[in-house]
């Protein structure tokens, strides 16, 4: 159906797209007044799914980070709320649901009772341990394989509490001593923290994310030892 000009530039001149307010129109009878109630309505719809969508993905990612139960459900984040609430550690507290099929009493009675509390805390500790281990190995294969030999690329890991261990690049990514800016230490730093074995102490982390700045920085300092 063909949409007044006059209109249609009304709604327009409000800020909305031609497509919108011609849909508006039409579907309330070319009236302007009940186009524009129905193109707020719509607003705010599109808003509240938006922030609903944003709520239930951050809930997903969190829920990600927890594991499944036993069988292979996901940890009930209203119940950790609970927990939290009452004064358990997040990430304990987590854990104990995920073993107890979300059961909050048998949660409570895991993270009350000191040897199994004890026993949540190794296995959590040996999780991270393990996913520090492969971020660590997925970052030496990127680098590897762009073209660094991989014994003086292990032989930089060993070293790496010292900045000076970098310097083991030299043949492959020349190092600029002289004139080293903020911008320069600092990635150094972030390096140097990755690939140490105290590296993470952080719960979660992003694997691409990590390998996506050695990228940047050892790029960076072959196009500065050009």
């Known amino acids: 159906l063909q949409v007044p000009n006059e209109s249609l530039s009304l709604l327009t001149r409000k800020g909305y797209k ?6 508006a129109l039409r579907m309330n009878d070319h009236n302007v007044d009940h186009a524009l109630k129905f193109l707020v309505k719509e607003k705010e719809k599109k808003g509240r799914k938006m922030i609903e969508d944003t709520r239930r993905r951050e809930e997903f990612i969190e829920q990600q980070r927890y594991g499944m139960t036993p069988l292979k459900k996901a940890v009930e984040l209203h119940g950790l709320k609970d927990l939290v609430s009452v004064g358990f550690e997040k990430v304990l507290a987590a854990e104990a649901l995920r073993r107890n099929e979300n ?10 009772n000191s040897e199994t509390n004890r026993i949540i ?17 997925a970052a030496l294969e990127e680098i590897v394989s762009m073209g660094l030999e991989r014994s003086r690329v292990l032989e930089a890991v060993r070293a790496s509490s010292n900045l000076d261990s970098l310097n083991l690049f030299d043949e492959e990514v020349p190092l600029i001593n002289d004139n080293v800016d903020a ?11 990755f690939l140490s074995e105290d590296a993470l102490s952080d719960y979660d982390f992003d694997v691409t994310e990590e390998i996506e700045a050695i990228k940047e920085y050892l790029g960076l300092l072959a196009f500065k030892g050009k």
């Open 18 to 23: 031609e497509q919108e307010a011609k849909r």
């Open 103 to 112: 059961d909050i009493e048998g949660a409570i009675k895991d993270l009350t």
């Open 121 to 137: 805390q190794l296995d959590i500790d040996s999780r991270e341990k393990r996913k520090r281990s492969q971020v660590a190995h």
């Open 183 to 193: 911008l320069d230490l600092e990635m150094e730093t972030d390096i140097v923290s």
